[in-house]
């Protein structure tokens, strides 16, 4: 990835749900990504939110993970960003894990 390369907020959006999802399933392959773009948000920030069997987190009345798109859009190029990122995520889905009921 170029970041000489612009990329618009939507393309970066999609970039940051892969990015997440990836790293939720590699502690459930039953966590989901919810990505908040809502118009609040339009071309400035994203929302992260993880979700399994009903539950979410952060629940809903919670700050989402925030994130500042000019933030992704630099940060997505570089490993270190990206590794303190992934590590985030991975901790809120082993949190939802801890938190969701045990289904057979």
């Known amino acids: 990835m170029n970041p000489n390369i612009p990329a618009d907020y939507h393309e970066i959006g999609s970039w940051l749900s892969s ?27 994203y929302g992260v939110r993880l979700t399994l069997e009903g539950r979410v987190h952060p629940p809903p009345g919670s700050p989402a993970i925030e994130l500042e798109f000019a933030e992704v859009a630099a940060g ?15 901790a ?6 801890r938190t969701a009921p045990l289904t057979g």
């Open 19 to 45: 990015f997440a999802r990836s790293h939720a399933k590699r502690e459930s392959s039953r966590i989901e990504v919810i990505l908040e773009t809502g118009v609040a948000r339009e071309g400035r920030s």
């Open 76 to 90: 997505r190029t570089r490993f270190a960003w990206c590794e303190a990122l992934g590590v985030r995520i991975r």
């Open 92 to 97: 809120a889905a082993q949190e939802l894990l």
